[in-house]
């Protein structure tokens, strides 16, 4: 994988563990900042991931290349 790939997927996996931890936790939206974090989370990872060529990809593609990073990855996890 190279580097630029690999920047747009830890992107997409970080807003994804940005938006399971909201919402395990509805309560964080409570936090003034927590917005603004979501936000620039998804900007980031759109941003990545569109240099990447990654945007519209097939999903079992982007799940396959995080899984490549993230063996632990479940996107089956309960909330």
Avoid: C
Wanted: cysteine-free; glycine content about 6%; proline content about 5%.
């Amino acid at each position: 994988m190279d580097d630029v790939t690999r920047e747009g997927v830890q992107a997409y996996y970080r807003l994804q563990q940005a938006l399971l931890s909201v919402a395990k936790d509805p309560a964080a939206l409570a936090d003034p900042d927590a917005e603004q974090r979501l936000s620039a989370a998804a900007w980031e990872a759109n941003t990545a991931m569109k240099k990447a060529g990654l945007l519209g990809a097939d999903p079992a593609h982007v799940l396959g290349l995080v899984r490549q990073l993230y063996p632990h990855f479940d996107t089956e996890e309960k909330i």
